[in-house]
């Protein structure tokens, strides 16, 4: 809510003046169609799969030593396009059911939707990029904390077993005496 009524204008925001929308289904209805059809399913889903398929599938194959720039390249371009694709598609939900309960009397083409979702997801995709990035980064670098305190511990450990066991000169001494 704080995002999009600031930047957004949604017609009905305005709860002093009457609205068909809050008249006809109620408060709750509006709130819950404002922030799941149009937040969460044009908005947030679709950042979300980007987030998942960056942490899960390109990161992984640019922090691997053993593989192609080129290709791991092209396979995050042709992700950002596909959820760029997904974004618009997923756009026509809350637009179709404005639709459907009569707040828009047509749905707008393609060329109208398409500026929204380049304001949308433009700007936002490099920074959900940036903290997927950050995520995973700072995920492998604890893993990393944790392996080498367990490698310095199993190494404390070794060198006190390796003082165990050697005998001192003084106590062979004694012995063969």
């Given at each position: 809510?704080?995002?999009y009524?600031p930047?957004?204008?949604?017609v009905g925001?305005?709860?002093?003046a009457p609205?068909?929308?809050?008249?006809k289904?109620?408060?709750?209805?509006?709130?819950?169609?404002t922030l799941?059809?149009?937040?969460?399913v044009?908005?947030?889903?679709p950042?979300?799969?980007f987030t998942?398929?960056?942490?899960?599938?390109?990161l992984?194959?640019?922090?691997?030593?053993?593989?192609?720039l080129i290709t791991?390249s092209?396979?995050?371009?042709?992700?950002?396009?596909?959820t760029?694709?997904?974004?618009?598609g997923?756009?026509?939900?809350p637009?179709?059911?404005?639709f459907?309960i009569?707040?828009l009397s047509?749905?707008?083409?393609?060329k109208e939707?398409?500026p929204?979702?380049n304001?949308?997801y433009m700007?936002n995709?490099p920074?959900?990029?940036?903290?997927?990035v950050?995520?995973k980064?700072t995920k492998?670098w604890?893993s990393?904390q944790?392996?080498?305190?367990?490698?310095?511990?199993?190494n404390a450990?070794?060198?006190?077993?390796?003082l165990?066991?050697?005998?001192?000169?003084?106590f062979?001494?004694n012995?063969l005496?």
């Open positions: 809510v704080t995002y009524y930047t957004f204008q949604y925001w305005d709860l002093t609205n068909f929308l809050v008249a289904y109620g408060l709750a209805y509006f709130f819950l169609k799941f059809i149009n937040t969460l044009a908005v947030v889903l950042q979300a799969l998942y398929c960056i942490i899960s599938f390109a992984p194959r640019y922090l691997r030593k053993e593989s192609n791991t092209f396979l995050f371009l042709t992700l950002m396009a596909l760029y694709m997904a974004a618009i997923l756009m026509y939900i637009i179709y059911h404005n459907r009569g707040t047509v749905i707008p083409p393609l939707v398409i929204f979702v304001r949308t700007f995709l920074v959900v990029g940036g903290f997927a950050m995520i980064l492998r604890l990393k944790r392996e080498t305190e367990q490698l310095s511990r199993e450990v070794a060198k006190l077993q390796l165990r066991a050697q005998i001192h000169p003084h062979l001494f012995t005496n």
